[in-house]
């Protein structure tokens, strides 16, 4: 509970991927400077200055879009206002088509010790389908840039059941990803979401079926089973000591804190948002008023319900005795039916203190989580 993570939005995209619904915007350059000069102002007037950060996160958007020197302009206001544990894990996303050696070395220079990068998949003719704005080439010399500078934990974002990909590309993208040797690999399935270009013609798209697409799923996790890589949520692999914290710390329900255009934030028990328009959040802070869009206080049964459905994304699960103290609230004896019926059946499983979602369980995992809520 004393572990706290901060994020730090980023809105500028080069482009907009045709399948992305993210609060991030291309064409908006003009508004930069102003921008990370309102972020700025906001870190430094929070009312959590002085708290001990154990992660920090730019998140986007694409970071790696924007002049390098915000980016340590932010870890500088970051450093006056708050205290950086020891070993911070200090992660930045990027986008391959942005990466330069000077950007990297400024990352590093500013103690940047963890890159994430969206790849998505090595087949340049799928890669121009999703509008994204690289190769499979700027990958490759996107991660020799990386090791360049001397940053050794590196993740690498995959995605799965793209228009037109087969079970035969997907491991060929696994297999890709796997020689660059990054330390981490996160691999969703695309979502058609309303809003979004794919959205209107999703029909026209070749996209894999229900059956193909869990395929693909047992496939990401054998193969990369198979390298090393150890699932430790539903979609992120890691290789030994390598989990990402900061995500860790969001499964794990423990509170963070977000600045920036459409940064949500977490301080157990509220919650809240900032505006997402990029206009309104750097007016908001110029007129010392508040970006934050919505708040949110929630009750003992939000927060046990959060929890659960978090927690059983882990392939660790509940911690049992963390839900009993916090929450007050004993899983074995409330749902002692539908456990039983769950353990029975090989869905579920528990050991010593933890209630997790067996590999047979997780093919039904979002059922299993409705019976235990
Ligand atoms: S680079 Fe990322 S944030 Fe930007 S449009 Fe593409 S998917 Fe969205």
């Known amino acids: 509970m004393n572990k706290t993570s901060v994020y730090?939005?980023?809105p500028y995209c080069k482009s907009k991927c045709r399948y992305c619904d993210f609060p991030s915007f291309s064409g908006m350059e003009d508004?930069?400077?102003?921008?990370?000069?309102?972020?700025s102002k906001e870190i430094s007037r929070s009312v959590h200055r002085g708290k001990k950060i154990d992660t920090v996160f730019f998140g986007g958007g694409t970071p790696s879009y924007v002049n390098e020197k915000y980016i340590a302009g932010v870890m500088d206001t970051l450093r006056e206002?708050?205290?950086?544990?020891?070993?911070?894990?200090?992660?930045i996303e990027t986008n391959p088509g942005t990466l330069t050696k000077d950007k990297l070395s400024t990352y590093k220079d500013c103690c940047i010790n963890r890159i994430s990068m969206g790849m998505q998949c090595h087949d340049d003719r799928i890669l121009s389908v999703l509008g994204r704005i690289h190769t499979s080439e700027d990958i490759i010399n996107g991660v020799e840039l990386i090791n360049s500078v001397g940053i050794t934990n590196y993740n690498l974002d995959i995605m799965c059941a793209l228009p037109t990909q087969k079970l035969r590309d997907l491991e060929k993208s696994l297999e890709f990803a796997v020689k660059l040797n990054p330390t981490h690999i996160s691999a969703y399935s695309l979502i058609i979401e309303e809003g979004t270009?794919?959205?209107?013609?999703?029909?026209?798209?070749?996209?894999?079926?229900?059956?193909?697409?869990?395929k693909m799923y047992h496939l990401c996790k054998d193969y990369l089973a198979s390298y090393g890589y150890e699932r430790y949520e539903v979609s992120n692999y890691a290789k030994e000591g390598y989990i990402c914290r900061h995500n860790k710390y969001c499964w794990d329900y423990e509170d963070?804190?977000?600045f920036g255009s459409a940064a949500h934030s977490f301080c157990r028990p509220v919650r809240w948002e900032n505006v997402a328009d990029v206009h309104g959040y750097i007016s908001a802070i110029k007129n010392n008023t508040s970006p934050v869009r919505t708040f949110e206080e929630l009750t003992r049964e939000d927060m046990i319900e959060e929890y659960i459905m978090l927690a059983l994304r882990k392939t660790e699960g509940i911690e049992i005795s963390r839900l009993r103290e916090e929450f007050g609230y004993?899983?074995?004896s409330h749902k002692s039916i539908e456990l039983s019926a769950l353990i029975k059946s090989g869905y579920v499983g528990i050991n010593d203190n933890n209630l997790f979602i067996t590999e047979k369980g997780f093919d039904i995992a979002d059922s299993i989580t409705l019976k235990l809520l």
């Open 31 to 39: 508004t930069v400077s102003e921008y990370f000069s309102a972020l």
């Open 8 to 10: 730090i939005h980023t």
């Open 256 to 258: 963070y804190i977000g």
């Open 330 to 332: 004993d899983i074995l």
């Open 197 to 214: 270009p794919f959205y209107d013609t999703w029909q026209e798209l070749d996209l894999p079926d229900e059956e193909e697409e869990r």
């Open 81 to 91: 206002n708050f205290t950086l544990s020891e070993n911070c894990e200090i992660t």
